[in-house]
């Protein structure tokens, strides 16, 4: 049962690189969407995707880019990388009818 | 959109005892999910217990039981027996259970520390 796989677990990058972080889930689960974690703020929604081809903003989208080309796969790009990108990063699915979702074990990005 | 709010930053518990966490939310609707979610040191997410908003009686798992009030849109933990293991942070969320874009709206969490 792998359930959410994320990819890289630990990355640092310089200030302008890009990256793209993976995500990936075989319970064919129509919802994905990336969060990220900071100190103090909780679960902030990135971007989600309600199916392939269907993308949609959260709460903080900027410097970031997602694609939605299969049901299992959800990367995450970012463009240009700043110092305020450093977090932790959740990829999580859900059903469209279901009420738990399944997280991924988060990816650590730091940009120096 | 709904917000979740988590009052307490971090708390402490003395093992074996019993310590509850608070959470509030804001919403408008009537039919939707609440959760708790303990995310240990290793950082990935678990599941703890969820709570259907229609069902009038508290869910309990196991030393993990909730305080359900609807109308006053509060949704607190209560965790028995306090053990090590349950040193974590602690997310309340929320998730609409109509519509078709149902997102799961996050607290700023609750950190539990568990002293031996």
């Known amino acids: 049962n792998a359930g959410v796989t994320q990819t890289p677990k630990f990355q640092v990058l310089k200030t302008g690189q890009s990256m793209t972080l993976q995500c990936a889930q075989d319970?064919?689960?129509?919802?994905m969407s990336w969060y990220r974690q900071d100190p103090g703020m909780g679960l902030r929604l990135i971007h989600y995707?309600?199916?392939?081809?269907?993308?949609d903003q959260g709460e903080v989208p900027n410097g970031y880019n997602v694609s939605r080309s299969t049901t299992e796969d959800f990367p995450l790009r970012l463009l240009s990388a700043a110092p305020s990108q450093t977090s932790v990063y959740f990829c999580?699915?859900?059903?469209?009818?279901?009420?738990?979702?399944?997280f991924g074990e988060g990816s650590w990005l730091t940009v120096v | 959109a709904q917000t979740v709010t988590q009052s307490q930053p971090e708390m402490s518990v003395q093992e074996a005892e019993t310590v509850t966490l608070s959470c509030t939310y804001d919403?408008?609707?009537?039919?939707?999910?609440l959760f708790w979610y303990k995310q240990p040191p290793s950082r990935q997410m678990i599941l703890v217990i969820r709570?259907?908003?229609?069902?009038?009686q508290n869910a309990t798992e196991n030393r993990f039981s909730v305080n359900f009030q609807k109308a006053a849109k509060s949704f607190s933990l209560k965790i028995s027996d306090s053990q090590l293991g349950d040193a974590a942070m602690y997310f309340c969320a929320y998730r609409s259970a109509r519509g078709n874009f149902n997102k799961f709206y996050f607290g700023s969490g609750t950190k539990l520390n568990v002293k031996p």
């Open positions: 995707s309600v199916g392939a081809g269907i993308t």
């Open positions: 709570q259907e908003a229609y069902k009038q």
């Open positions: 999580a699915s859900y059903r469209n009818s279901g009420n738990t979702i399944y």
């Open positions: 919403t408008s609707e009537s039919d939707y999910y």
């Open positions: 319970m064919n689960h129509e919802y």
